[in-house]
């Protein structure tokens, strides 16, 4: 059986199709994106030794933030840190998150927190329990406490370790000395 439209709407009915598969096209675009910023936080567990060496080994300038989940001055510090991180993604500047949660949390509630609160960084989870062997290894002034900060420039010996929470200001003041480093060298 053969349906005869008007010309109008025949036109209407050509025009809706338009509208759906614009929105269709919308709609996997935005799937697509939303399921590749989810597959990209991704947690790794590291000893401190690992942790060492990718500082050690790191040819761009990294901030290195200790914090967990149940932190807020370092949840609150963060956005910062990607901030003042983005403002010189030409020098390209790393932000490393190191959580310091228990174990329970590792990897689904750390990983779920980062993408709930989009924290854009590299996530290691650190698998270490003594304080007193793991945090003379990253600074031999570091209690333990956090949120802290590690500011490296490799190629310029630019090393500097904040323990407390940096303020907005502070993390861009130290990110431009981090990379500004890299111009006088």
Request: positive net charge.
């Amino acid at each position: 059986m053969k349906i005869k439209l008007g010309k109008e709407k025949w036109q209407g009915a050509r025009s809706w199709c338009s509208v759906c598969r614009v929105s269709v096209r919308l709609l996997l675009i935005v799937m697509l994106t939303a399921t590749s910023t989810v597959y990209s936080q991704t947690v790794k567990k590291v000893k401190i030794e690992e942790l060492e060496a990718y500082i050690k080994n790191a040819d761009h300038p990294l901030v290195v933030s200790f914090w967990a989940t149940w932190c807020s001055p370092c949840i609150h510090e963060i956005p910062w840190l990607q901030e003042a991180i983005n403002k010189h993604s030409e020098k390209k500047p790393e932000l490393v998150l190191v959580s310091l949660d228990f174990p329970e949390a590792f990897p689904k509630k750390i990983q779920d927190f980062a993408r709930q609160k989009n924290f854009a960084a590299t996530l290691f989870w650190l698998d270490e329990t003594n304080a007193d062997y793991f945090c003379p290894r990253i600074d031999i002034k570091w209690s333990g406490g956090i949120p802290a900060n590690l500011f490296v420039n490799n190629k310029t010996g630019y090393r500097k370790f904040i323990q407390r929470q940096v303020t907005d200001r502070q993390a861009m003041l130290e990110v431009e000395k981090m990379v500004a480093e890299t111009e006088n060298k």
